[in-house]
């Protein structure tokens, strides 16, 4: 009779020790745009446990940033998937013996560190319940600014200047590297860009940048008839879905 409530003790518990594996699927995706994957670098997941600090899982979202018409025609129903198995996501299979409390959080597009933006959520993972489908999405806000004109810390000499004009010249992207232009999904007319100048460290101009008929290229003049020490820091700003980017240079005309 011992024995045989030894056996029924150790199987029962087993039964609450034994990890179970969990699969858990995490999707980062640009605000107001589509999933952030393998063409812009990928998002860098972290899954950890909030109690312990313990990193259970991490790595890099990897596939296509998702269907088009889906995401950004057809209106949203409820249970409807928004992805499918090529859709970039990161993937874990977690060892868990318990529910575990998790904070999962992405950096994205973690290959552009002057744009990446963090965000996180938090959830209780249940050993063998998996979070898979869709997944877990955490929405990444912002747009990516690149200064492509002047370059940083160039040198101009004034000499070479026409009309003592330097062109400002940016390219900007949404943060899953979606095409900026006039007729598609991202329109050019919605978004204001500004240079905000200084010289010497003082405040000297604000040079508004228009949309260059190229994709993703806006372009303006600046006016500089002194030598001196120039910093430009450009913003972006969609009027319509409120996203916001930065990118900050400083150059020298001699």
């Known amino acids: 009779m011992l024995k045989i409530l030894t056996t029924t003790l150790v199987l029962l518990t087993s039964t ?3 990890a179970q594996t969990t699969k858990v ?4 995706q640009a605000k107001d745009a589509k999933f952030i994957g393998t063409g812009i670098g990928g998002a860098y997941v972290i899954i950890r446990n909030e109690l312990t600090g313990e990193i259970l899982a991490k790595g890099l979202t990897s596939g296509n940033s998702g269907n088009t018409d889906l995401l950004m025609n057809q209106p949203y129903k409820r249970h409807n998937r928004l992805t499918d198995d090529q859709t970039a996501r990161f993937e874990a299979d977690l060892k868990l013996d318990a529910p575990t409390f998790v904070t999962v959080e992405a950096i994205a597009p973690v ?3 002057s744009s990446a933006v963090k965000a996180s959520t938090q959830l209780w993972l249940i050993p063998g319940k998996p979070i898979d489908g869709d997944g877990i999405i955490l929405q990444i806000p912002g747009l990516m600014v690149d200064i492509l004109e002047p370059q940083s ?3 101009i000499t004034q000499t070479t ?3 003592n004009q330097v062109k400002i010249r940016i390219n900007l992207v ?3 590297g979606c095409v900026i232009n006039k007729n598609g999904f991202w329109k050019s007319d919605n978004i204001e860009v500004k240079a905000l100048v200084k010289k010497d460290g003082m405040k000297f101009g604000e040079i508004p940048l228009s949309f260059a008929s190229q994709d993703n290229i806006f372009e303006g003049m600046l006016s500089v008839k002194d030598k001196g020490m120039y910093e430009i820091q450009i913003y972006a700003y969609d009027q319509v879905n409120k ?7 400083n150059f020298v005309i001699q």
């Open 16 to 18: 609450f020790t034994f």
């Open 25 to 28: 699927i995490v999707r980062a």
């Open 111 to 113: 290959n552009r560190k």
């Open 153 to 155: 810390h160039q040198v």
């Open 161 to 163: 200047l026409k009309d």
């Open 174 to 176: 949404m943060m899953c």
């Open 243 to 249: 996203n916001t980017g930065i990118d900050r240079i």
